[in-house]
């Protein structure tokens, strides 16, 4: 398991990594691309996502051509976390690409109404990332909180870019590991290894 300094050395390593990626505008075509392929695959209700801060990847378009294909079958909605408190699950407030926004905790926008969705799929946005779905992120414990608190507990995405890849992270035991990880150029399911 990494001490606490190792992980604080290692997320601000990874994000001066994220800072200076070359080619960023043809990486995120490519991570859209497949982020929308695997909403469609994925089909969900409702997608929780996440405002883009310090270089991570902007979910915003792709989640809105998503919406825009919503049909009286397939009722489709978004949602973006809001922190209520610290050290405490995140809710998920609904989002359309005309909601008004106002600023959260921490300088991040979110939904100025407060109508609460429960997600079934979320997209977690990864400082670093192993292939076998677990995440390193900013340290704040948000959604290892709230992965334990939703029952039946949603899908989950993780969004990074393929230089974000670490080839070990030690589990601790509130981590639970993501569904797959989204990169540019890959899907990694965990357990079943890449979809390229």
């Excluded at 001066?16 to 929308?36: G, H, K, P, S």
């Excluded at 902007?58 to 949602?79: K, M």
């Excluded at 992120?137 to 939703?150: A, E, I, P, Q, W």
């Amino acid at each position: 398991m990494e001490s606490t300094t190792g992980k604080t050395r290692l997320r601000k390593a990874l994000l001066d990594v994220r800072a200076t990626l070359a080619a960023r505008e043809a990486r995120d075509a490519a991570l859209a691309a497949r982020l929308r392929n695997e909403l469609t695959r994925r089909a969900p209700r409702c997608v929780g996502f996440y405002w883009p801060i310090q270089g991570e990847f902007d979910a915003r378009e792709v989640v809105s051509a998503w919406l825009a294909q919503a049909s009286p079958e397939t009722l489709r909605l978004a949602a973006l976390p809001v922190v209520t408190a610290p050290a405490t699950p995140l809710v998920f407030h609904h989002w359309t690409p005309t909601t008004p926004m106002k600023d959260g905790r921490y300088g991040i926008p979110v939904p100025a109404d407060a109508e609460v969705l429960v997600p079934d799929l979320l997209l977690v946005p990864c400082v670093g990332f192993t292939r076998d779905g677990l995440r390193l992120g900013y340290g704040g414990g948000f959604y290892d909180r709230t992965l334990h608190s939703m029952t039946p507990a949603p899908q989950t995405l993780g969004i990074a870019y393929d230089a974000l890849e670490i080839e070990h992270l030690g589990a601790e035991a509130h981590d639970l590991a993501l569904d797959a990880i989204v990169t540019e150029s890959a899907t990694f399911a965990r357990l079943l290894g890449p979809h390229c």
